[in-house]
């Protein structure tokens, strides 16, 4: 068998081709999530991860998810979909029906598989950062060798959960890696209003943890700095990452962000995560236009497969209203 092709990108073509694909596929689905958001097909809070597929994809990338945990916060499609979940399940709980990931009942800030190891968005800002604390707690008590990827936004790094979590895991040595992922607004106000210091990941000195930053925007980079975190937490070494990214789109489907212009805009899509590695891998010659308009093609097939099977499911019954309640 011949070996796989390697490039200056320091992976193999079939590997960057597949965290390609799965920027994609996270972006069809985010843009068809949005335009059935317009046409009122769901309803609810919807908070699209457009711009930041990079973050997701790269750091999840490096887990094994037979014993390694994912929690994240409302902005949750692209990590499920890092995840392994199924785009049809996704849209189904995007539409309510009962054939979604929590049966309809969690909507788009809830996804949640604990085949999968994804614990969930959560709708409290920050309020996924003690649980995710808790994950790794359990994951050193019982060695399972397993490690938690705890993701946040910027504007929940001031909550003050976080820096009690911070504080625990340093002190039982908990294997966690925190993620914050910066995409410069906190709902409407930018992140260097409300912050002392420039730099998040500096703020894991006072832990006396490790404190990585990446370009978030560069999945090749999150990638590789997630690793390093991710060897540093499985010794028992817990490391705060900082993720420099941008959502393209507003806080939720309700933000008319009048906050930003326009130009600030277009100037982030032009380091557009999945057309900047397209492009490296094209000075690479390691895909072809040919290539690419079929992993868009198939990523567009699914996700219109996604919604046919949204469509076409059923509503919960009422009784749903009793099921998953433990007392």
Request: net charge negative; proline share 3%.
């Amino acid at each position: 068998m011949p070996k796989a092709k390697t490039s200056k990108l320091a992976l193999p073509k079939q590997e960057l081709l597949a965290l390609l694909d799965q920027m994609q596929l996270i972006r069809s689905f985010e843009e068809k999530a949005g335009q059935m958001y317009g046409l009122r097909k769901i309803g609810g809070f919807c908070h699209l991860y457009t711009g930041q597929e990079a973050v997701a994809v790269g750091a999840i990338s490096n887990l094994n998810l037979a014993k390694d945990y994912v929690l994240t916060a409302y902005r949750d499609h692209g990590h499920a979909l890092a995840c392994g979940m199924d785009p049809s399940a996704s849209m189904a709980e995007l539409f309510g029906k009962v054939t979604g990931l929590s049966r309809g009942k969690g909507g788009s800030m809830h996804f949640f598989s604990a085949e999968k190891h994804m614990l969930g968005g959560n709708g409290i800002v920050g309020a996924q950062i003690p649980i995710a604390t808790g994950v790794a707690f359990a994951q050193a008590y019982e060695k399972t060798g397993g490690v938690t990827l705890c993701f946040f936004g910027d504007g929940a790094f001031h909550q003050g959960a976080l820096h009690e979590s911070f504080n625990l895991a340093r002190i039982w040595n908990l294997p966690i890696v925190y993620i914050v992922e910066n995409n410069q607004w906190g709902m409407g106000t930018s992140w260097k209003k409300v912050s002392a210091h420039a730099d998040f990941s500096a703020t894991a000195a006072a832990y006396s943890m490790m404190g990585l930053a990446c370009d978030g925007m560069d999945i090749l980079d999150v990638k590789s700095t997630v690793a390093k975190a991710i060897e540093e937490a499985r010794k028992g070494n817990p490391v705060f990452v900082e993720a420099r990214t941008y959502r393209y789109k507003g806080h939720s489907m309700s933000d008319p962000q009048k906050y930003r212009t326009r130009d600030e805009v277009d100037e982030y899509r032009t380091r557009d995560p999945i057309l900047y590695l397209k492009g490296r891998m094209e000075d690479e010659g390691l895909i072809s236009e040919a290539e690419w308009e079929a992993l868009v093609g198939n990523t567009e097939l699914i996700v219109e497969e996604s919604v046919r099977f949204a469509e076409s499911s059923p509503e919960p019954a009422a009784g749903e209203l009793y099921t998953d309640i433990l007392a």
